[in-house]
Nanobody, 114 residues
Framework: VQLQASGGGVVQPGRSLRLSCAAS????????VGWYRQAPEKQRELVAL???????NYTDSVKGRFTISRDNIRRTLYLQMNNLTPEDTAVYYC?????????WGQGTLVTVSS
């Protein structure tokens, strides 16, 4: 099983980034998938998730700015992040869950700085 996250980088406040997470070794379409993040000296927190039937949930701080989506054909999870702020700086991890298993990607660093 592999969840390969990509798309992180250094951006200025107000700019956008799109994260991707390519899954292999799992039946992707059956999993609830999501993005978590961990800022320095803070606990990992849920950013957004999307269920197998495409229902979404976002943490309050990203509502209206971030959009989570999934492509079950490509077995890929996305996170479109707009209007980034320094508070969004963190390592972003993708996650895939069923009732029987939980998988984590390796993380991709997002730094928002002027």
């Amino acid at each position: 099983v592999q969840l390969q996250a990509s798309g992180g980088g250094v951006v200025q406040p107000g700019r956008s980034l799109r994260l991707s997470c390519a899954a292999s070794g799992i039946v992707f379409r059956l999993h609830v998938v999501g993005w978590y993040r961990q800022a320095p000296e803070k606990q990992r927190e849920l950013v957004a998730l999307i269920t197998s039937d495409f229902n979404t949930n976002y943490t309050d701080s990203v509502k209206g700015r971030f959009t989570i989506s999934r492509d079950n054909i490509r077995r890929t999870l996305y996170l479109q992040m707009n209007n980034l702020t320094p508070e969004d700086t963190a390592v972003y991890y993708c996650n895939a869950v069923t009732s029987r298993s939980t998988y984590w990607g390796q993380g991709t660093l997002v730094t928002v700085s002027s």
